[in-house]
């Protein structure tokens, strides 16, 4: 994975849970909602990594 991509991911979940701190004071369903998304933002990084990565050592194997 690219380092831009790597610091959309790390900003998007760091802004994910900021958003859901401060929204624990006014709704805590959208709090959980927030985090919930950031989890799952987290999980999309990891997978779209490893599909990278996969793709990256298909193409050497080839060569």
């Given at each position: ?16 849970l ?15 909602l927030?985090?919930?998304?950031c ?9 779209l ?5 996969r ?9």
């Amino acid at each position: 994975m690219g380092k831009g991509l790597s610091l959309w991911f790390a900003c998007s979940s760091i802004l994910l849970l900021t958003v859901a701190s401060i929204m624990i004071s006014y709704n805590i369903w959208l709090a959980l909602l927030l985090g919930f998304l950031c989890v799952m933002n987290i999980g999309w990084g990891f997978m779209l990594k490893a599909r990278l990565r996969r793709q990256q050592e298909a193409k050497q194997e080839i060569l």
